[in-house]
Nanobody, 125 residues
Framework: QVQLVESGGGLVQAGGSLRLSCAAS????????VAWFRQAPGKEREFVAG???????YYGDSLKGRLTISRDNAKNMVYLQMDSLPPADTALYYC???????????????????WGQGTQVTVSS
């Protein structure tokens, strides 16, 4: 089992930055793909960024360039650095983890085995 706890969300003005963190439990963290998703009210959960253990990194469409995903396997942590935030980035941001050594389509929500509770990001105009 893996437990994920996000932190770092909050209220920020447009153009500002936030760094989200995700603390993961479990001894096989370094062999798991991890990702960030987001969900705005009335919308489907959307892939933001993901990375595996190599690492190979993927970003959601139109998000690359403003976001940076990273991980610290020694600390069982995943991070999402978000810069130049527009109001459209307002959403609940979730951390997700896969099963050990699992390869998959990162954009498919149903492929991810473990989820955190989410951290709210609100970008004011």
């Amino acid at each position: 089992q893996v437990q994920l706890v996000e932190s770092g969300g909050g209220l920020v003005q447009a153009g500002g930055s936030l760094r989200l963190s995700c603390a993961a439990s479990g001894r096989t963290f370094s062999r798991r793909a991890v990702a960030w998703f987001r969900q705005a009210p009335g919308k489907e959960r959307e892939f933001v960024a993901g990375m595996n253990w190599i690492p190979v990194i993927y970003y959601g469409d139109s998000l690359k360039g403003r976001l940076t995903i990273s991980r610290d396997n020694a600390k069982n942590m995943v991070y999402l650095q978000m810069d130049s935030l527009p109001p459209a980035d307002t959403a609940l941001y979730y951390c997700a983890a896969g099963r050990p050594d699992q390869t998959m389509d990162y954009r498919d929500v149903s492929n991810w085995a473990y989820w955190g509770q989410g951290t709210q990001v609100t970008v004011s105009s």
